[in-house]
């Protein structure tokens, strides 16, 4: 089975549906959840919580409904035989259908720029589930979430500033830079924290997350660690 990761879609099997529908829903999370099974959407991996043997844990995965179900975050528990396979949220190119003209623009844009980069964006958020699923999930605030890949800290400053140049003011551009260790920061607290307009900046990973430590600077921003 490939490692858990934050973003990564989850696809469950038939038997694995029928042990999620069965368990204690209300009538409204009752009808999310059976759409999902009928149509073999995706759910996606959440925050793990700790158990003694890793191996033997469920699974954490979540469903952020859309509007018609009120857009609930519905938490789920499945046993590992019942996953069928990962995917990946939608390339950020796959979002232009979805934008007006002005922003579809820019964000063409910032995708070749990314690409340049060795840094391809994949969209998640409410513009990725609208894609994944065909259901309504953007308003009119909505932002555009991406993650994005990045070496070190030297390649998510060059991403940063890709991200930075995004002029639109409407859809606002939100997200997450993930390092290789699955490790994962806001891009906009990461812009904050390198220029020094932050002391502290939140680290994510998948059992939680915590303020940066130093094995985080250590790995991913050893020039701010030597002139701290």
Do not use: N
């Not at 975050?73 to 499945?78: T, V």
């Not at 340049?116 to 964006?121: E, K, N, S």
């Not at 555009?144 to 060059?158: G, R, S, T």
């Amino acid at each position: 089975m490939m490692p858990l990761r934050r973003h990564r879609l989850a696809c469950l099997t038939d038997a694995g549906w029928a042990v999620v529908r069965a368990q204690a829903w209300d009538t409204q999370a009752q009808a999310c959840i059976d759409h999902w099974a009928a149509h073999r959407l995706p759910l996606v991996v959440t925050r793990q919580p700790p158990h003694a043997d890793p191996a033997q844990a469920p699974i954490a995965l979540g469903l952020p409904a859309p509007l018609q179900w009120d857009r609930r975050r519905l938490a789920i528990q499945a046993p590992r035989s019942a996953l069928a396979w990962f995917d990946e949220f939608p390339r950020a190119a796959d979002v232009l259908g979805l934008l007006p003209r002005g922003p579809r623009a820019a964000m063409r844009a910032l995708g070749q720029s990314l690409a340049a980069c060795r840094a391809p964006a994949r969209v998640y958020g409410g513009y990725g589930w609208q894609l994944l699923t065909g259901l309504a999930y953007l308003r009119e605030s909505s932002d555009i979430d991406l993650w994005i890949a990045v070496d070190d800290a030297e390649h998510a400053d060059a991403v940063v500033r890709h991200l930075e140049g995004f002029a639109p003011r409407q859809p606002r551009l939100d997200g997450e830079l993930v390092f290789e260790d699955g490790t994962a920061v806001a891009w906009r607290e990461w812009s904050a924290w390198r220029a020094g307009r932050a002391r502290r900046l939140l680290v994510k990973r998948l059992e939680g997350a915590a303020m940066a430590d130093a094995s985080f600077l250590r790995r991913h921003a050893p020039v701010l660690e030597m002139e701290a």
